[in-house]
């Protein structure tokens, strides 16, 4: 029989216990479920492949600071963004949405509508500092997104005297210059910062890793000195330890996969699978890995409920953070969608869209596809045919999901943004037709862009020997093309640019006039105005009056070029046209 004093301890005892048990528990439930009160960093490298990463188990690159950071961090082995298109994804990445919710659809004309509030409001509301730094001129403030952030820098691709230079991207190192000086500005710990961070050429990369990879793996490797000196930065300062990193990338890169080099034209797994890694404070969960289904609109309400800020309405992106907190949790089955309008805006080819489940991916384009992801990860069996019953099931869910795909016109773009833009290749040189025009049975259906993909490459080769300053090769490879494809406006835009900036004027008057001639002719004479006018500019010389007025002639308008020629003998003298003209015969 136990005695008073026995009991007295023992009751003792359970009480202690009890208060122990109950300030573990509490201890547990604020450190899983407590607001983070540290900064929160978002980095989204430029066409960053997951693939391309050894800790998503490639051996071809080595990125040991990727590698530390994945150590502190939970690992999503398959992410997804919504574009393979940067402002687009971007977009997404910051407001929970998808394209077709935000109005954010291509690189250009489709500006961020003001009542598209983004993750850095609603952080501000919170009271968090908000920067965006940006590493390409597809962020520009100008798009929208400047407008969401308290401080927004964009300055990449000026020269000196602030006017658009050869670069449309500054190099990541010197973004995250002016990352660091603004997180030493703020004095706080309390901050969102967005970093998106692109590369230079291969020859950049840090310690020589360039040696022996593909210039692809290079920029990886460049990426990952850049991320390095970030987390070093941050943990000198003591704002890693606690705070959140995100690491992700705005799309992939095709190198070649499905024919296409780069991004933008197909919804394939290269083009729209991402990194994503994200660093808990206090590094919960490093080093694993979830095999959960997760979109790049997931990021935003993610880091607002790891804030403790509230969730807006109308997003469509969940929170990860039961799957963040436990290795056990998940989420339910769900189907990503994404979409590329890109390829009707840049050469008038058909646009697309697709649905990808935890198999299969189901395109909905001018072929329609369907893959198992599972047994075909490369995507080359198209079972569309084979398996009509599931491919319909999902054509269904996309289309109540998305409604039709009735893919809009872009707005009227500002001349100082479309000459940046179309020096890159991201501006066609024909208007987009409106959207109603697809409706027209008469008309012929828009081509497949797989299909041509090696005209598009091409194109882009030629768009990136020009932004190199090789202009002659530039010159023989938008030539190449256009032997190749008489009808593709952009490269006979960009070609004509070209030959004007080189001198060489006859071939630069039959590129413009084989340009014009591919407009309809109730809007031929117009946009014959508009671009003879801004050829002329301010003080326009006789080797271009010369031009300007050929080109009337060969459009049929000899009315035109007699008034032009009349203004030019005023501007320049009748001896100065005269020898002009003779150089163009």
Same mark, same amino acid.
Not at 222 to 230: P, T
Not at 273 to 281: E, F
Not at 364 to 386: I, Q, V, W
């Given at each position: 029989?136990?005695?008073?004093?026995?009991?007295?301890?023992?009751?003792?005892?359970?009480?202690?216990?009890?208060?122990?048990?109950?300030?573990?528990?509490?201890?547990?439930?604020?450190?899983?479920?407590?607001?983070?009160?540290?900064?929160?960093?978002?980095?989204?490298?430029?066409?960053?492949?997951?693939?391309?990463?050894?800790?998503?188990?490639?051996?071809?690159?080595?990125?040991?600071?990727?590698?530390?950071?994945?150590?502190?961090?939970?690992?999503?082995?398959?992410?997804?963004?919504?574009?393979?298109?940067?402002?687009?994804?971007?977009?997404?990445?910051?407001?929970?949405?998808?394209?077709?919710?935000?109005?954010?659809?291509?690189?250009?004309?489709?500006?961020?509508?003001?009542?598209?509030?983004?993750?850095?409001?609603?952080?501000?509301?919170?009271?968090?500092?908000?920067?965006?730094?940006?590493?390409?001129?597809?962020?520009?403030?100008?798009?929208?997104?400047?407008?969401?952030?308290?401080?927004f820098d964009d300055e990449a691709g000026r020269a000196?005297?602030?006017?658009?230079?050869?670069?449309?991207?500054?190099?990541?190192?010197?973004?995250?210059?002016?990352?660091?000086?603004?997180?030493?500005?703020?004095?706080?710990?309390?901050?969102?910062?967005?970093?998106?961070?692109?590369?230079?050429?291969?020859?950049?990369?840090?310690?020589?890793?360039?040696?022996?990879?593909?210039?692809?793996?290079?920029?990886?490797?460049?990426?990952?000195?850049?991320?390095?000196?970030?987390?070093?930065?941050?943990?000198?300062?003591?704002?890693?330890?606690?705070?959140?990193?995100?690491?992700?990338s705005d799309h992939g890169e095709g190198l070649g996969?499905?024919?296409?080099?780069?991004?933008?034209?197909?919804?394939?797994?290269?083009?729209?699978?991402?990194?994503?890694?994200?660093?808990?404070?206090?590094?919960?969960?490093?080093?694993?890995?979830?095999?959960?289904?997760?979109?790049?609109?997931?990021?935003?309400?993610?880091?607002?409920?790891?804030?403790?800020?509230?969730?807006?309405?109308?997003?469509?992106?969940?929170?990860?953070?039961?799957?963040?907190?436990?290795?056990?949790?998940?989420?339910?089955?769900?189907?990503?969608?994404?979409?590329?309008?890109?390829?009707?805006?840049?050469?008038?080819?058909?646009?697309?869209?697709?649905?990808?489940?935890?198999?299969?991916?189901?395109?909905?384009?001018?072929?329609?596809?369907?893959?198992?992801l599972e047994t075909d990860p490369s995507e080359r069996?198209?079972?569309?045919?084979?398996?009509?019953?599931?491919?319909?099931?999902?054509?269904?869910?996309?289309?109540?999901?998305?409604?039709?795909?009735?893919?809009?016109?872009?707005?009227?773009?500002?001349?100082?943004?479309?000459?940046?833009?179309?020096?890159?290749?991201?501006?066609?040189?024909?208007?987009?037709?409106?959207?109603?025009?697809?409706?027209?049975?008469?008309?012929?259906?828009?081509?497949?862009?797989?299909?041509?993909?090696?005209?598009?490459?091409?194109?882009?080769?030629?768009?990136?020997?020009?932004?190199?300053?090789?202009?002659?090769?530039?010159? /023989? =490879? @938008?030539?190449?093309?256009?032997?190749? $494809?008489?009808?593709? !406006? +952009?490269?006979?835009?960009?070609? *004509? &640019? %070209?030959?004007?900036?080189?001198?060489?004027?006859?071939?630069?008057?039959?590129?413009?006039?084989?340009?014009?001639?591919?407009?309809?002719?109730?809007?031929?004479?117009?946009?014959?105005?508009?671009?003879?006018?801004?050829?002329?500019?301010?003080?326009?010389?006789?080797?271009?009056?010369?031009?300007?007025?050929?080109?009337?002639?060969?459009?049929?308008?000899?009315?035109?070029? /007699? =008034? @032009?020629?009349?203004?030019?003998?005023? $501007?320049?003298?009748? !001896? +100065?046209?005269?020898?002009?003209? *003779? &150089? %163009?015969?």
């Amino acid at each position: 029989m136990i005695g008073p004093r026995w009991r007295y301890r023992l009751v003792l005892s359970l009480i202690w216990i009890a208060v122990v048990a109950a300030a573990v528990t509490g201890w547990l439930y604020a450190r899983s479920s407590g607001p983070a009160y540290g900064p929160v960093v978002v980095v989204s490298v430029e066409s960053l492949r997951a693939d391309h990463l050894p800790v998503y188990g490639d051996a071809g690159v080595r990125t040991p600071a990727i590698d530390a950071l994945a150590a502190d961090s939970v690992i999503f082995d398959r992410a997804y963004a919504h574009s393979p298109l940067t402002l687009p994804s971007t977009v997404s990445l910051l407001s929970g949405r998808l394209p077709f919710q935000h109005g954010v659809r291509d690189e250009a004309g489709f500006p961020l509508p003001p009542s598209v509030s983004l993750l850095p409001q609603w952080l501000h509301r919170r009271g968090f500092k908000t920067a965006g730094i940006v590493s390409s001129c597809l962020l520009r403030s100008d798009t929208g997104l400047g407008q969401a952030f308290g401080f927004f820098d964009d300055e990449a691709g000026r020269a000196a005297d602030g006017a658009p230079d050869r670069a449309c991207g500054r190099d990541g190192e010197d973004s995250l210059k002016v990352a660091e000086r603004w997180i030493e500005s703020v004095g706080s710990a309390r901050f969102f910062l967005f970093l998106h961070i692109d590369g230079p050429a291969p020859s950049a990369a840090p310690d020589g890793q360039a040696a022996g990879l593909s210039p692809y793996d290079a920029r990886v490797a460049y990426a990952d000195g850049v991320i390095g000196q970030l987390v070093a930065f941050l943990k000198k300062r003591g704002l890693y330890n606690g705070g959140i990193l995100v690491l992700t990338s705005d799309h992939g890169e095709g190198l070649g996969d499905h024919g296409e080099q780069g991004h933008g034209l197909l919804l394939d797994e290269a083009a729209l699978r991402t990194p994503l890694i994200v660093k808990m404070p206090r590094r919960d969960g490093g080093g694993r890995h979830s095999e959960a289904l997760v979109e790049q609109a997931d990021i935003a309400p993610t880091l607002l409920d790891l804030v403790g800020a509230p969730r807006p309405s109308g997003l469509v992106g969940i929170s990860l953070r039961r799957v963040l907190d436990s290795p056990t949790a998940t989420i339910p089955d769900r189907q990503i969608y994404a979409e590329t309008i890109a390829p009707r805006d840049l050469f008038g080819w058909s646009a697309a869209r697709s649905l990808t489940g935890r198999r299969y991916r189901y395109l909905d384009g001018a072929r329609p596809g369907l893959y198992d992801l599972e047994t075909d990860p490369s995507e080359r069996a198209n079972l569309a045919a084979a398996d009509a019953k599931t491919a319909g099931q999902m054509k269904a869910a996309l289309d109540k999901l998305a409604g039709s795909p009735a893919w809009p016109a872009p707005a009227e773009i500002p001349e100082a943004d479309r000459a940046r833009l179309a020096a890159f290749g991201y501006l066609s040189g024909l208007p987009v037709p409106e959207p109603a025009d697809a409706a027209d049975s008469t008309a012929d259906p828009p081509a497949d862009p797989g299909a041509l993909i090696g005209v598009a490459n091409r194109y882009f080769d030629g768009c990136r020997l020009a932004a190199q300053g090789r202009t002659d090769a530039a010159i /023989a =490879e @938008l030539q190449a093309v256009t032997a190749a $494809a008489p009808t593709l !406006a +952009a490269a006979w835009d960009r070609l *004509a &640019g %070209l030959l004007v900036e080189s001198g060489r004027f006859k071939n630069a008057a039959g590129a413009l006039t084989s340009l014009l001639k591919l407009y309809p002719e109730d809007a031929r004479a117009a946009e014959a105005d508009r671009r003879l006018a801004a050829l002329l500019g301010t003080e326009p010389t006789a080797d271009l009056f010369a031009v300007a007025s050929s080109v009337w002639t060969s459009l049929g308008e000899k009315g035109r070029a /007699a =008034e @032009l020629r009349s203004a030019a003998r005023r $501007a320049v003298g009748d !001896a +100065a046209l005269r020898k002009a003209e *003779a &150089g %163009l015969r």
